[in-house]
């Protein structure tokens, strides 16, 4: 395998492999040799992002070593690997965790203290990779980790947005103004970029069937090139290093040359230009027919280029294609990636001679869908019109399944039409429209929930039909999960090193159940208040940050209350906000005596809002507008404050999420499909004040219900709310009237009393999100926070006994659940 002469090849990478080491003098070589040679630079003038640069292309050596060791175990062992499809991948930052988990943070802090600079000043120079929009990208990302961790041979697959989430910032007058994150503005030392491995993909052109389930044909059409660029995994003290595959497009001719020379310079780059234009942003808004055809391009062009990749690398098996799923595991993260069913459908039959139903049996052990929603709404759909005119041939296959699989469900249940309606892949209507989520779920092996209430109410309330007809055992659960290393140890440096003494080593940060073993110290006085300085660390971090980002000045003896999410009707930022303004107005009705007995609180909120999203922009208004007055009120600020932290991301997490004491999950009930911060919370040592909804369930059933604060209605009474909501006979109880009198006086909005009207008419329309129904009980639920948050010994206690008691949540839980239960794919050592 080597060209030229072996021996020559062996010395050299004995050499490289020789230059890695970590003894700081060497760090120092390794650095300014990047210095000196791929900035090109001399030391007068590295700054500090030459020196981010410069150190982290040596970390990426490193983690380069390793991968290649990892794909060259994975080749040889013909291993049978997963490709996680994602179209959000939160990495956040990669230094800092690249560090720790190589365990060679010292060496780094050292060398560059030698090199004249800080570690964490230079830390922070790094730009989060923000290709994704919460919950779901994080996910991802963590999954990721956990596989490089375990040891599953792993491919994630995903766009490289060049415009990831947007940055959000406040207006003077509190509102979310987006502006563009061009992240890759600088570079990105941890991506490696493949030129060589370009593929092309087709868009639009004609499309013919061929007879009896033979080939068809794609012609014609344009091509843009899909180039994928590469960013390590590395597992934690593991040489395993999994890879991100992300995809950025490109026009095949850069330029019309012979356009150009006519002087028609526009023209001449339109093609590539356009080209260009499908990785440029993630989400294009869809409330124009531009965006949605920039969706689906960017949804067909990344899973074409992707089961490309995947198809080249079976095809140097020389396996029949008969053996495709031993080799390949492809989980669908949602219904975005979706087209990959037909798309492999049509390079079995097109392109590779298989027979329809030998190929339809391939593919339908080839996929496993994850869904990660319950509103009927977030499933996707795409007219029909829409994809047979950029997806001809799709189209048409598309077509072809949903006949045979129609048949099918007629054979099961004859004469059942409103069956057949029901469970179409196509919605009939003007427009027809293509149901993705049901593609998705005949298309799989399995289809997972992600949490244990939302996995009943995909098989309820979802999928009923599919449910009767493919058999309850196609559907099944994977409660989600976080990786301990970005979520505990890199995080929270304070809490981590507390646990490693009490637990002897770090054997915890890669098996988390082994935190069980902290509730024996949960009555320890000394281990308390160890445990309450680390938590005094973190808040002072989080208040340092506060202080220093707006214009709040804290109290840093409140109790900090958090919550940070995407903004969201269904997720009740505004239930929380009310709830501070109730508190609010009892504060400003009581005497000065009375407010000193009442715990200090200082409620922060962050999240970015949908550009497009109404509601949602208003909530960060009202929050905001509260947050003005309430820090203008000298006499009640040092007791109740608010702060919105503008741009909430992976990065701005890391600091929250240390340092709360409770946060907020409270969702009506039935709306979120799991959740994932409220994980992370918990793990740090904050209480849970939640709903029952989504993985709390499972969260209070570990930590005990006696560690949490639940309130609210249940899913099973939902629908009988709002009927009587809809009905006229909801009960509106008073103290949400008298928060609802304050907000209509012009209170919170400069005598502007109509501004949040738009927000309260929801609620007396409807209340489709039942605050009126949950409003009692959530205050009385904070009442019972306050009063436990007193007795600081007992209020420890619980935190200890809740992080203790996270083992579960862990993500390489979940990631060797999937590798069990669904891929059928093995951990591989690859020291052997
Ligand atoms: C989400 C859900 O809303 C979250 O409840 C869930 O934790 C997450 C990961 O499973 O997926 N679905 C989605 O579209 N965005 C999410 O964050």
New binding site residues.
């Given amino acids: 395998i080597f060209p030229g002469e072996e021996k020559a090849w062996k010395d050299a990478l004995k050499s490289n492999e020789q230059q890695l080491t970590n003894d700081v003098k060497d760090v120092n070589a390794q650095i300014s040799r990047h210095v000196e040679f791929t900035l090109s630079r001399q030391p007068f003038n590295v700054d500090e992002l030459a020196m981010y640069q410069a150190s982290a292309l040596s970390v990426r050596d490193k983690l380069v070593h390793n991968w290649n060791k990892t794909q060259t175990a994975h080749t040889e062992k013909k291993v049978k690997r997963v490709y996680y499809f994602s179209l959000e991948f939160l990495l956040g930052r990669a230094y800092d965790n690249a560090l720790l988990n190589l365990d060679i943070k010292q060496s780094y802090d050292e060398s560059l203290k030698q090199l004249g600079f800080s570690l964490e000043d230079v830390l922070d120079v790094e730009r989060d990779m923000g290709l994704g929009?919460?919950?779901?990208g994080r996910?991802a990302a963590c999954y990721l980790d956990s596989t490089s961790t375990c040891g599953i041979p792993a491919w994630g697959y995903t766009l490289r947005y060049s415009n990831g989430i947007f940055k959000q910032v406040l207006s003077s007058k509190g509102d979310q103004v987006e502006i563009p994150d061009p992240w890759l503005e600088s570079g990105n030392p941890f991506e490696v970029p493949r030129l060589d491995a370009a593929v092309e993909i087709k868009l639009y052109g004609q499309a013919s069937r061929g007879e009896n389930g033979k080939a068809g044909t794609w012609t014609g059409g344009t091509d843009i090139l899909a180039v994928p660029y590469d960013i390590p995994i590395p597992g934690f003290r593991a040489t395993a290093t999994n890879t991100v595959r992300a995809w950025r497009s490109r026009g095949k001719v850069s330029f019309d040359l012979a356009a150009f020379n006519a002087g028609a310079y526009d023209a001449a780059v339109r093609e590539a230009e356009e080209a260009e234009t499908i990785t440029r942003v993630l989400y294009p808004s869809e409330n124009h027919e531009a965006g949605k055809t920039l969706r689906l391009k960017q949804q067909y062009f990344w899973t074409a280029a992707s089961l490309h990749d995947i198809c080249r690398r079976f095809r140097k098996l020389r396996e029949p294609w008969s053996a495709f799923p031993d080799y390949v595991a492809v989980q669908l993260n949602?219904t975005h990636p979706t087209l990959a069913i037909p798309e492999l459908l049509r390079i079995l039959v097109d392109e590779e001679g298989q027979e329809w139903d030998e190929a339809w049996s391939i593919v339908r052990r080839t996929f496993f869908y994850?869904c990660?929603?319950l509103m009927p709404e977030?499933l996707e759909t795409w007219s029909v019109d829409l994809v047979g005119w950029l997806l001809p041939r799709h189209l048409q296959i598309i077509y072809d399944i949903n006949f045979h699989f129609l048949a099918d469900v007629e054979r099961k249940f004859p004469g059942d039409r409103a069956r057949l309606a029901r469970m179409s892949l196509i919605e009939e209507g003007s427009p027809k429209r293509v149901r993705m989520s049901h593609l998705a779920v005949i298309g799989s092996h399995k289809v997972n929930g992600?949490a244990e209430l939302h996995s009943e109410l995909v098989q309820s309330q979802l999928f009923p039909d599919f449910v009767e007809y493919l058999g309850r055992d196609h559907f099944t659960n994977v409660t989600?999960g976080i990786t301990a290393r970005r979520w505990l140890y890199q995080c929270n440096p304070a809490l981590s090193t507390l646990i490693t003494k009490a637990l002897g080593s770090e054997h915890w940060v890669t098996h988390l159940d082994e935190l069980k073993k902290l509730q024996k110290f949960a009555k320890n006085e000394a281990f308390k208040k160890e445990w309450a300085a680390a938590k005094q660390v973190n808040r002072n971090r989080l208040c340092d940050y506060i202080e220093s980002t707006t214009e709040l000045k804290v109290n840093r003896k409140a109790l900090i209350d958090i919550q940070v999410k995407?903004i969201h009707e269904y997720k009740r930022q505004s239930l929380n906000i009310l709830g501070v303004i109730y508190r609010y107005l009892q504060l400003k009705k009581m005497s000065p005596e009375e407010r000193k007995r009442v715990v200090p609180r200082l409620s922060v909120f962050g999240g970015k809002a949908a550009p497009g999203y109404y509601m949602a922009k208003l909530t960060i208004r009202l929050i905001t507008a509260v947050s003005k007055v309430l820090n203008a009120d000298e006499e009640i600020r040092e007791f109740l404050n608010v702060a919105f932290l503008a741009d909430y991301s992976v990065s701005l997490a890391e600091i929250l999420i240390p340092a709360s004491d409770i946060s907020e999950h409270i969702s009506t009930a039935g709306t979120?499909?799991?959740?994932?911060s409220n994980m992370k919370f918990l793990l740090n040592g904050g209480l849970l004040l939640g709903t029952v909804d989504?993985?709390n369930v499972e969260l209070g059933q570990a930590a005990g219900e006696e560690n949490c604060f639940f309130f609210g209605v249940l899913e099973p009474d939902v629908r009988e709310l709002r009927l009587r909501h809809q009905a006229g006979q909801a009960q509106y109880p008073p103290q949400l009237l008298e928060v609802v009198d304050a907000l209509r006086s012009g209170q919170f909005s400069a005598g502007e009393g109509d501004l949040f009207e738009p927000l309260l008419s929801t609620i007396f329309n409807g209340d489709f999100y039942l605050l009126s129904d949950d409003f009692l009980s959530y205050l009385e639920a904070q009442k019972m926070v306050d009063a436990a948050f007193v007795d600081t010994s007992s209020w420890v206690e619980k935190c200890i006994n809740t992080t203790a008691c996270m083992g579960r949540f862990s993500s390489d839980r979940a990631v060797q659940q999937y590798a069990e239960e669904i891929w059928n794919v093995e951990p591989v050592d690859i020291s052997q």
Avoid at 672 to 676: F, I
């Fill in positions: 929009n919460g919950g779901l996910l949602d994850t990660h929603t977030a992600v989600n995407r979120e499909a799991s959740g994932t989504g993985a």
